[in-house]
């Protein structure tokens, strides 16, 4: 309403001008009626389908019978809860999605760091740092695949070479390599984001900051620890937030390059769903394993803002 | 006030319809104008590469011999095909026309997602192989009829090995005899990935060692036979005698390369075989395990129960079960067997004389489906292979592995 307010023209100009019929953008519903279109869209393709899902959780619904579900309360939930395979899912996903944030957000902040400094062909290397980030999904995931190749991969050859080789060659059939190297692959792929996003945060930092700091004879880290971080920090949780999202919902890029195998070691909430939804056949169960998913993004959020708030009122005192 | 509300009102009105419109404007395009109903025809082996596009020109000639129907082919990969053609099917929607595999032709079958198709085809009329063709009849109702019958059996580079093993030591001395270099004495499926395949692959080495999956009214996972049978397998990956890591499209490339000695295959790739490498000098021989007994891939067509057009679906069956086009199927699919009797061309079996290893072999083969838990075949698939590979990787010693995949095998059909 102090949009609306703000936004209508003073009324003695109204008055003193010429006389018109009352303008529809006035109207006390016209916010609403450029907000309908966002609603309904978020109605119809998010709360509709969540709903949707929240139901499913109770039932058992078989993918080949998807209309005929019977209601079975918290069963579901039970099962998944009471079956180790399912405690090893979260396990592994609490383990990618840590790796995950880590290892984007660390290697981009290094890597925004070099960037940032003034060295020779500096263009061409931030341009170049953007093509992973601009490489389709599905596309990755391929060439990783056949990089890793046991009869083929470059990797493979590599690591043979300098005689790190993997007993049988397989990296991505081995549960000990499996997520290692989709992890690799997942970080690869997303540290140019982080990294051009911390290059525009580092470039707000005041040089005259970082000038004063070394004249009162602050060392490198402690210039970077008082100065720089401190102006980066919450552009760094705004990507961990973002970071961690992404990865509870990365699923093309774990399917394509193991589907979630050998035996578990890369098979986090999403690929167990998908699992439960189309290989079990099992709708039932697989929402009951997305509402687990969207509690714990649920959770993860509010944990950051509670995070954020808390630091904000910190730097105020 | 009442004038701008009215504008308001029809502004809005007029979004909303916008939006239901884009919303609901995804209607089916139904039948195709001029009388011709247009249906769908979904088989991998469409995709195949040598026949594929042979499997469609047979397609073609069912078009122009039709003036009311016409089939057009929808290729589905393989790995994804079942998942793809059920999800569909369980929405009501989905190919009129359907070549499955047996799990899938199971499940689909139980939960009543294909047409039943005694009213629509009259098998009488036609001389059905038996042997393949009692698994297409479920509680007296049958449910598909055979497009593809394919017995295993192993096929060899005859370059490499002039004389074909016979006995299970000898198959695996000539497999470690082999391995050099980046040449390997065999290749069979042993990732997750490929699901569907080890199954195929693991379903010849436990029948082949006497064992099954079932005795028909009890599973026998972890029974001392497919415990041998599964340790046969599971010796041959520990001597790293196969391209380890490597999927089926890889190493059949490898095999028509000559990189690969040996591989338990299907009928079915004797022409892809082929097509990828035509100077291959490959030859066919019986597996060379205790019991001649081995897998079969067995591929019914079906009618979609959601088909508006089960008729002209019919139609379609019909015609494809005529002698000639059975021939002409015949030879299109190379070492496979189709519905009825046939007989091989002179030339044919000049062409590959080892046709006959194939149908002497139709007698010992089986569907790779859990006898008595067929329509639960692909769940209880899922729970073997997942234990065999965890076995592989070495996380479990293999009885172990049979014994939890017996348990929660059993929890998942009781």
Redesign the interface.
């Known amino acids: 309403m102090t949009v609306l307010e703000r936004t209508r023209a003073p009324k003695t100009t109204r008055r003193s001008g010429t006389r018109r019929g009352p303008s529809p953008l006035g109207s006390k519903w016209t916010p609403y009626l450029f907000l309908a279109p966002a609603a309904l869209f978020i109605l119809v393709f998010q709360a509709v389908p969540l709903a949707q899902e929240v139901y499913l959780s109770f039932t058992r619904t078989t993918l080949l019978n998807p209309t005929r579900s019977q209601w079975v309360g918290l069963d579901n939930y039970d099962r998944i809860f009471g079956d180790p395979d399912f405690r090893h899912t979260l396990l592994i996903t609490f383990v990618y999605v840590i790796a995950c944030v880590v290892g984007a957000v660390g290697s981009g902040l290094v890597v925004a760091l070099l960037l940032n400094k003034g060295f020779r062909g500096r263009g061409v290397a931030r341009a170049l740092v953007t093509v992973p980030w601009a490489a389709p999904g599905i596309a990755v995931a391929l060439i990783a695949t056949w990089m890793l190749n046991a009869q083929y991969g470059i990797v493979n050859r590599f690591l043979d070479a300098v005689g790190l080789g993997v007993p049988g060659g397989a990296i991505l059939d081995s549960p000990r390599y499996a997520l290692p190297a989709v992890l690799a692959t997942t970080i690869w792929q997303l540290f140019p984001f982080t990294s051009v996003v911390l290059l525009s945060a580092l470039q707000a930092v005041p040089q005259d900051l970082n000038e004063a700091a070394t004249v009162d004879g602050a060392g490198r880290w402690a210039t970077f620890r008082a100065v720089t971080w401190q102006v980066i920090k919450p552009t760094v949780g705004l990507l961990a937030v973002l970071m961690t999202i992404w990865s509870l919902r990365r699923f093309e890029l774990i399917w394509l390059m193991t589907k979630g195998g050998p035996v578990g070691a890369t098979e986090t909430l999403v690929i167990d769903l998908y699992s439960q939804a189309f290989d079990s056949k099992e709708l039932g169960s697989a929402a009951a394993i997305g509402m687990v998913g969207v509690v714990i993004s649920l959770i993860v959020i509010t944990g950051s803002r509670l995070v954020a708030r808390a630091v904000e009122k910190e730097d105020v005192r | 006030?009442s004038?701008?509300?009215t504008?308001?009102g029809i502004?809005?009105a007029t979004?909303?319809g916008l939006?239901a419109a884009l919303?609901t404007g995804c209607g089916s395009d139904g039948d195709a104008g001029g009388g011709v109903t247009k249906l769908t025809f979904a088989a991998s082996t469409f995709g195949d590469p040598g026949r594929g596009p042979k499997l469609t020109a047979w397609l073609d000639e069912f078009n122009k011999s039709q003036d009311k129907v016409q089939v057009s082919a929808a290729a589905v990969p393989y790995p994804t095909f079942g998942?793809t053609v059920?999800?569909q099917?369980?929405?009501g929607q989905g190919p009129d026309l359907v070549r499955f595999d047996m799990p899938e032709f199971e499940?689909?079958a139980d939960?009543?997602?294909i047409a039943p198709l005694d009213k629509l085809v009259d098998v009488s009329k036609y001389d059905l192989i038996k042997q393949p063709d009692q698994f297409m009849v479920h509680d007296g109702v049958r449910h598909g009829i055979i497009f593809e019958a394919s017995n295993y059996a192993m096929f060899y580079n005859a370059d490499l090995i002039p004389t074909p093993p016979t006995t299970y030591d000898q198959f695996f001395s000539t497999a470690k005899s082999l391995t050099k270099g980046?040449v390997y004495g065999l290749a069979f499926r042993?990732?997750?990935?490929e699901?569907a395949g080890v199954w195929q692959d693991i379903f010849n080495y436990v029948y082949g060692f006497g064992g099954a999956w079932s005795d028909g009214k009890n599973l026998t996972i972890n029974s001392p036979e497919n415990l041998k049978g599964l340790q046969a397998y599971k010796d041959l990956y520990d001597a790293?005698v196969i391209?380890?890591?490597?999927d089926a499209a890889?190493f059949r490339r490898?095999f028509a390369e000559g990189k690969v000695g040996m591989e338990l295959n299907n009928g079915g790739y004797v022409t892809a075989t082929r097509g990828q490498n035509p100077n291959l000098k490959f030859s066919v021989a019986p597996i060379p395990f205790p019991v001649r007994k081995q897998g079969a891939i067995l591929a019914p067509i079906v009618i979609n129960e959601a088909s508006e057009a089960k008729e002209e679906a019919a139609t379609f069956i019909r015609w494809a079960l005529e002698p000639q086009n059975q021939i002409k199927l015949q030879e299109i699919l190379g070492a496979s067997s189709v519905a009825t009797t046939t007989q091989r061309s002179a030339e044919a079996l000049e062409e590959t004389p080892f046709l006959t290893v194939f149908d002497e072999l139709t007698e010992s083969s089986l569907p790779q489906i859990v006898l008595g838990f067929e329509a639960k075949t692909?769940?209880i698939r899922?729970v073997v292979v997942?234990n065999v590979?965890?076995a592989l990787?070495g996380?479990v010693d293999l009885k172990s592995a049979l014994d939890r995949a017996q348990q929660q095998a059993t929890e998942l059909v009781s």
């Open positions: 006030m004038r701008n509300r504008r308001l502004a809005g979004a909303l939006v919303l998942q059920l999800t099917m369980g929405s499940a689909a939960a009543g997602l980046d042993q990732t997750e990935a699901e790293n391209p380890r890591g490597a890889t490898m692909p769940d899922k997942q590979i965890a990787q996380k």
